[in-house]
Nanobody, 124 residues
């Protein structure tokens, strides 16, 4: 069983930065990802990582501004967000998958087995 706990959200002005963290417990996590959901919108994949090789995959909205990383020793996932825009405001969720698969499919929310409760990011 995997448990995920996000932290690091908050309020920031446009152009600012935040770093989200996701502490994971459990075993055999193959992929981890960050998703976000704004009010009235579907949950969308932002960035994902294959825990084995460290390969990463980004949505177009995140490329060049967001960086996903993982500290395997601490079992913690990060999302560094720079150049934040008001449209980045959303609840951000951490997700984990324990099965292998193609990273090209990893932005699909249905792909994941476990979810955290989310951390709110507000950009004004």
């Amino acid at each position: 069983h995997v448990q995920l706990v996000e932290s690091g959200g908050g309020s920031v002005q446009a152009g600012g930065s935040l770093r989200l963290s996701c502490a994971a417990s459990g075993y055999s996590i193959r992929f981890m990802g960050w998703f976000r959901q704004a009010p009235g919108k579907e949950r969308e994949g932002i960035a994902t990582i294959y825990t084995g090789a460290g390969s990463t995959y980004y949505a177009d909205s995140a490329k060049g501004r967001f960086t996903i990383s993982r500290d395997n020793a601490r079992n913690t996932l990060y999302l560094q967000m720079n150049g934040l825009k008001p449209e980045d405001s959303a609840m951000y969720y951490c997700a984990a998958r324990t099965r292998y698969g193609l990273i090209a499919n990893s932005l699909n929310r249905a792909w994941y087995d476990y979810w955290g409760h989310g951390t709110q990011v507000t950009v004004s």
